[in-house]
């Protein structure tokens, strides 16, 4: 151990590129060395030198360049969360019923079929494109948990964008503020060893006690004006109490990470990641007229390298930033979502949570005609497929997806 601690050391010393692969190498024999005196099946040291010294499997530094290899979420297994107030601040009260008499049991059986294909043939779609698509386990969510501070039930691991935060050869397993998803990273766990094993960075940041002091419980019950009303004044669903966000509240354009403090994402989280990541990144704080904010990604999309995609119903008071640095801002396109179909969680404006494959594709939903003429209008040719049963879970391409890997290097577009 002491052996590995002095490795550590030289790698801080020692950063010119040359001698970083030579520590890296040496690193791999010490790791070995000591496991081998734990496990029998510990890899010799051979095999972890040669794991250590390939590249990352992961790597991923904005959402345009050429998509190489993703994560697509599951809805097999999935459960209807506890009836909580981290779902009243979320869910369009509307289905507050649904909730109620269904928590805790499967999501609707047919609707889940419907799903489960649609999602199917988004993954054709994606390795007919050549990209590696890769899936999360279906684990049981049933099951009842107790923590000393809380108890739930599971919900899903439809969403890998919400959970797996990807900047650059790093995988940071997010600290999400829903009880019912305090045991989501176990869905992932099998792929995230085997990237680690690989070569790429596994962080997991402070796990949220999510005790009864990070919430304000008594936000679910105000009004849509009062509560954006509150959270322009620095008052918010979930306190500064601990650490918490989720990926998805991040978008990623190289050394510039743009995020909003949510119902899932407090301030104390975003301090967290931006010593976490250092000089080498910028942080940014958006703020916009939201009465539910809960991750970015259908609210403001970064397209391509100058070209940012905004929801035309939530301003962005930050909005200059992009403009000063000679970006367009394109307003999306009003969405086709019929009012009756049952968006469980989520907005209409899924229809923006498209999916780069790479600066002059995207992904988008087949239904969404407007969208589609938008995107084509720009010069991005479309790759359609129907989405409209997944979007009940809350997500549409972007949330149902994370991009383990693209082409492309850490780059500064501002
Ligand atoms: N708050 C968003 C909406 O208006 C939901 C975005 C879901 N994104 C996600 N990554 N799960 O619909």
Redesign the pocket.
């Known amino acids: 151990m002491a052996f590995l601690r002095s490795m550590h050391r030289s790698i801080q010393v020692f950063n010119s590129a040359t001698m970083l692969t030579r520590v890296k190498s040496s690193l791999g024999v010490a790791v070995s060395q000591v496991g081998s005196r734990l496990e029998s099946t510990t890899p010799t040291a051979f095999q972890v030198k040669e794991q250590v010294a390939k590249t990352s499997p992961v790597s991923s530094y904005n959402e345009w360049d050429r998509l190489e290899e993703v994560v697509v979420g599951r809805v097999e297994n999935a459960v209807v969360p506890p009836f909580s107030p981290e779902l009243k601040v979320?869910a369009n009260e509307k289905h507050w019923d649904f909730f109620r008499d269904n928590q805790g049991r499967p999501w609707p059986k047919e609707h889940t079929e419907k799903a489960i294909a649609e999602v199917e043939e988004v993954c054709n779609i994606l390795t007919q494109e050549g990209i590696v698509v890769r899936r999360p386990d279906a684990i049981d969510f049933t099951e009842e948990y107790k923590t000393p501070d809380f108890s739930s039930t599971g919900m899903y691991c439809a969403?890998p964008?919400?959970i797996l935060l990807i900047v650059g050869e790093e995988i940071i397993e997010c600290p999400m503020a829903w009880r019912s998803r305090f045991f989501e990273y176990r869905a992932y766990r099998e792929l995230i060893k085997e990237y680690f094993k690989a070569g790429a960075k596994w962080t997991t940041p402070p796990k949220p006690l999510m005790s009864d002091k990070l919430y304000n419980e008594d936000v679910m019950d105000l009004s849509d004006e009062e509560r954006s009303l509150q959270h322009h004044q620095g008052r918010h669903f979930t306190t500064e109490f601990e650490p918490c966000f989720?990926a998805?509240d991040f978008v990623r354009a190289g050394k510039d990470i743009f995020v909003q403090r949510s119902q899932v994402t407090n301030i104390f989280g975003i301090d967290w990641m931006d010593r976490h990541l250092g000089d080498e990144y910028n942080i940014h704080l958006l703020t916009f007229d939201?009465p539910?904010?809960?991750?970015i990604?259908?609210?403001l999309m970064l397209i391509r390298p100058g070209l940012v995609l905004v929801n035309p119903c939530r301003g962005c008071q930050q909005i200059d930033f992009f403009k000063k640095a000679g970006w367009d801002i394109v307003e999306t396109a009003s969405p086709l979502m019929p009012a009756d179909h049952p968006l469980w969680?989520?907005?209409?404006?899924?229809s923006m949570?498209v999916l780069m494959l790479d600066h002059d594709r995207v992904m988008v939903d087949a239904n969404e005609l407007p969208t589609i003429q938008m995107f084509e209008k720009l010069g991005i040719k479309t790759v359609k497929a129907s989405m409209r049963y997944a979007n009940s879970y809350?997500?549409?391409f972007?949330?149902w997806t994370s991009d383990i890997r693209r082409s492309g290097t850490l780059q500064s577009y501002f």
């Open positions: 979320s969403m964008r919400d989720d998805a939201d539910r904010p809960m991750h990604d259908a609210t969680l989520g907005s209409q404006w899924l949570n809350g997500g549409g972007h949330c």
